[in-house]
């Protein structure tokens, strides 16, 4: 990683742990401020490196760094068991894809987590700020994977009453 990169993104770090901030946008102009380049593009790869989540903060959402782990010692299902905790989701189905709905700037979390995690089930998964697909061969799979997202999130018995099947 070259080392304005790395220079960047500690004052990243260091800024959500001083103040809120709410968009890309505040995080870039606090960049300039600290005399940083920080184009729009640059941040959003920063955002996604860094694994940044958006969480209540007061009465808005702003971002934060993920919960703090040993990469090393938490596995990729641990990571996400603890993402959908910490984060409000919705879960859906299309087709044969899960669309799981949560607060902007968190859906990369949840996907590399889950990608990280390896479940045979899962095709793969695509992410945008605050949707992420989950795509499926087959219904069966879709099916258990959905129940395992619900259990891992908390959410169990009350939130698969309310997905259609």
């Known amino acids: 990683m070259e080392v304005m990169k790395q ?3 500690h004052a990243i770090r260091d800024l959500l742990e001083q103040r809120t901030i709410r968009t890309q946008h505040e ?13 729009q593009a640059t941040v959003s790869r920063d955002v996604a490196e860094l ?3 958006k969480m209540v903060r007061g009465s808005v959402h702003a971002y934060a760094l993920p919960p703090r782990i040993d990469e090393r010692e938490v596995s990729g299902e641990d990571r996400l068991r603890l993402l959908l905790h910490e984060l409000p989701i919705e879960v859906s189905v299309a087709g044969l894809l899960i669309v799981v709905r949560t607060v902007s700037g ?3 979390a949840i996907a590399s987590a889950l990608d990280r995690a390896r479940w045979a089930d899962v095709a793969g998964t695509i992410a945008g700020d605050d949707t992420l697909f989950i795509a499926f061969a087959d219904r069966n799979a879709l099916q258990r ?3 395992r997202l619900l259990r891992l999130s908390g959410l169990g018995r009350l939130a698969e009453d309310r997905l259609e099947p």
């Open 51 to 53: 694994g940044l989540v």
């Open 106 to 108: 968190s859906a990369h």
């Open 145 to 147: 994977v959905r129940r």
């Open 7 to 9: 220079l960047r993104q």
């Open 27 to 39: 995080l870039a102009a606090a960049l300039r401020e600290r005399g940083f380049r920080a184009t």
